[in-house]
């Protein structure tokens, strides 16, 4: 959240010019206020209409500012209620997204759940290409308190409204996280939609039109008010065809994919490793990170084009390789290929993939052409401890 200091800069602009309503001002300048009420009437934030580049800066944003659309958004600069709090997600500084995924998600937010005008989000790529990611850091820069939500492979639509729960041996319900997103006047991030069954996003399509909606569970008919949106993620293209590891459950339908800005996050250039391995502070000398990330991306194009190897290195895996190599430098005899080995499983098992990936840790890894049967007897020392003792003597020798 802003910091007391943004807080009362924020106010002071602000001054006496608030609206107090449940659901979005629908005219409204630049530092309107606006107390968001919950549905029973109680004030659970406070937010500011303002640029969005200025809301980076009492961010203290150390990226590029003017990189970013200078749109008007709705800012929550103060929260009452404690669940509110709760549900936003936590500001990652060192997390650095796309301007342009983030100008179509403040687009998005913006607009209103209407028939013929609302509007929802999809965004798809590889794994590890900050999807999700990208989501929670604007959320956590607008103070925007989200429902979270992963599909997984043989959910049921009735459990993403409805959530069955046992208790002293009886059966009872309670909402699930689409209903909570609904009542609760929040926007649901949908991982691994693509997984989800094929007949689940047709039934968003009444929610995101802002008409109403029936549910077994409710005694009353739904109808989602402004700050209710979905935001999904999948690998793959409404089509199923999208490139990458993984293929989804089943297509998005026509119609559901016209209630859809579609967002295509491509892979990461050796640039973006880069400038993660730095954004971590990890101490690697400038060549060997160089050279790192041009093996990343090498082994993540020989899965994409070639299909030569069944998994990529995300992100996650760069960094794991470089806190591997970084604690074990001096300790162990080929501590990058432990930390490899440590990530990529299929080399651990699979001879052939082994060799494919040693082709690549040659030809990018190494001053001088190795061999693949001299990486893999240095694959075979990579547990092998540094005898510290016989080093010191040979460096006094």
């Known amino acids: 959240m802003l910091s007391n200091k943004a ?3 924020i106010l002071a602009k602000v001054g006496k010019n608030f609206i107090v309503s449940a659901t979005k001002p629908t005219v409204a300048g630049v530092y309107q206020g606006w107390k968001v009420l919950d549905h029973e009437g109680k004030v659970t934030c406070l937010r500011c209409l303002m640029p969005f580049r200025e809301v980076l800066e009492y961010h203290d944003f150390k990226g590029n500012v003017k990189a970013f659309p200078n749109k008007l958004v709705w800012c929550t600069f103060a929260v009452n209620d404690p669940e509110y709090a709760n549900s936003v997600p936590v500001f990652d500084e060192k997390f650095r997204p796309e301007p342009r995924h983030i100008n179509l998600l403040i687009d998005v937010l913006n607009g209103t759940n209407a028939a013929g005008y609302g509007r929802g989000y999809y965004g798809f790529g590889e794994a590890g290409t900050g999807k999700t990611s990208t989501a929670h850091w604007l959320f956590a820069i607008l103070g925007i308190a ?12 009735e459990e993403m409204f409805i959530s069955h729960t046992a208790k002293d ?20 991030v949908i991982d691994e939609m693509d997984l989800a069954p094929a007949e689940f996003i047709p039934a968003l399509n009444n929610l995101v039109e802002g008409r109403k909606f029936s549910v077994t569970f409710c005694d009353k008919m739904l109808q989602a008010g402004d700050g209710f949106k979905v935001i999904g993620f999948g690998n793959t293209s409404g089509s199923g065809m999208e490139s990458g590891c993984y293929q989804g459950r089943s297509p998005l339908d026509a119609s559901s994919l016209d209630r859809l800005y579609k967002d295509y996050y491509e892979p990461l250039s050796k640039e973006r490793y880069m400038a993660l391995i730095e954004s971590h ?9 160089s050279q790192l990330c041009d093996f990343i991306v090498a082994v993540n194009k020989s899965v994409r084009d070639e299909q030569a190897l069944p998994e990529m290195i995300s ?16 300790i162990l005899k080929n501590p990058l290929l432990f930390a490899i080995g440590s990530v990529m499983s299929s080399i651990l098992e699979n001879g052939e993939y082994r060799e494919k990936v040693f082709t690549l840790f040659s030809a990018h890894l ?21 005898d510290t003792e016989e080093t010191e003597q040979k460096e006094e020798e």
Do not use: D, H
């Not at 502070?281 to 990170?289: A, D, P």
């Not at 992100?315 to 001096?330: A, V, Y």
């Not at 693949?372 to 547990?383: A, D, L, M, P, V």
């Open 281 to 289: 502070g990890f101490e690697i000398e400038s060549e060997l990170s």
């Open 169 to 188: 041996g009886k059966w009872s319900q309670a909402e699930g996280p689409i209903l909570k997103a609904i009542r609760l006047n929040y926007p649901i």
């Open 366 to 386: 190494t001053n001088s052409v190795l061999s693949t049967n001299q990486i893999e007897q240095s694959w075979g020392e990579r547990f092998e401890v540094v």
């Open 7 to 9: 807080v009362l800069e």
């Open 315 to 330: 992100p996650r895996g760069l960094l794991g390789i470089c806190n591997l190599l970084q604690t074990n430098e001096g």
């Open 146 to 157: 989200c429902v979270q939500l992963n599909c997984k492979p043989q959910m049921e639509v």
